[in-house]
């Protein structure tokens, strides 16, 4: 804190960060169960703006927007409306590294064979450069 309030332009910034946080726990106060994973996007001009992770907890806390209204205003928030907007985060996982498990002898005859089944043509010439390639790639091994 002490480090936003010695820079001037972040400094400037502390009444309305101070106001949104205050906001945001008035919000889950007046719906805790709900409010958890919903958060304040917006302020202004009486017009609140929530961001609500998914579309079926918009939809209930729909229901509960003129209770949640009333108990801003007896709050001191002076709420005029009440918009829900749906952003859905992005969950982030680590990507998985596919485990190598060579092919056995079987699978490599099978693939050799196909191979040299196949009629030199056209149509078939990409399938068995394929082919090729994965038996190459299999013996290098």
Known sequence: MEFL????KLAALMPSVSRMAALQKD????LPAMFAQCA????????LV????STALAARLKQQLPKFQ???????????AI???????????KPRKAAKTPLSTQALTAF???NNG???????????GALSALLRHQHGK
């Open 40 to 47: 304040v996007l917006q302020f202004e001009a009486g017009q």
């Open 5 to 8: 309030r010695s820079h001037d």
């Open 27 to 30: 919000c889950g106060t007046a």
């Open 83 to 93: 918009r829900l907007k749906v952003q859905v985060s992005k969950i982030v996982e």
């Open 118 to 128: 196949l009629e030199d043509s056209p149509r078939n010439q990409a399938l068995k």
């Open 70 to 80: 009333d108990e801003l205003l007896r709050r001191g928030w002076q709420v005029t």
């Open 112 to 114: 050799d064979d196909l």
């Open 50 to 53: 929530i961001a609500v992770p």
